[in-house]
């Protein structure tokens, strides 16, 4: 069992989870064909994180890579950035910009 993970990604947790959801309890290189076909910008970010997943579980347990399958993935919302954009007469107008924390674990077939 090997994990990656990535903090404070700059997209929300929503649709880091539209993309999770296609690509849970899938064989590592189904998933990564799945990621590249997609070519959302957080399907990127999965991807590098994924690619990490797998380096970690080749170099620090030994596993071959044919074998993993992605056992645990999951976002967490991450801080909000508040900001401001100016608005008509002078006034200002709040908004959020949101962040994620991504948690990717593979492990060989059998679980």
Do not use: C, W
């Not at 990490?52 to 399958?69: G, H, K, P, T, Y």
Request: proline letters at 5%.
């Amino acid at each position: 069992m090997a994990t990656a993970y990535n903090k404070n990604i700059g997209y929300s947790a929503y649709k880091m989870r539209r993309v999770i959801n296609m690509i849970r309890l899938k064989p590592v290189n189904e998933a990564k064909v799945q990621l590249t076909l997609l070519g959302t910008p957080p399907a990127k970010e999965i991807l590098k994180i994924l690619n990490s997943a797998i380096a970690n579980a080749i170099s620090l347990e030994s596993l071959n890579e044919a074998d993993l399958v992605i056992s645990k993935i999951f976002a967490d919302a991450g801080p909000r950035m508040k900001r401001f954009k100016p608005r008509a007469r002078g006034r200002a107008g709040a908004f959020d910009r949101p962040s994620s924390h991504l948690t990717i674990e593979v492990n060989t077939g059998e679980l």
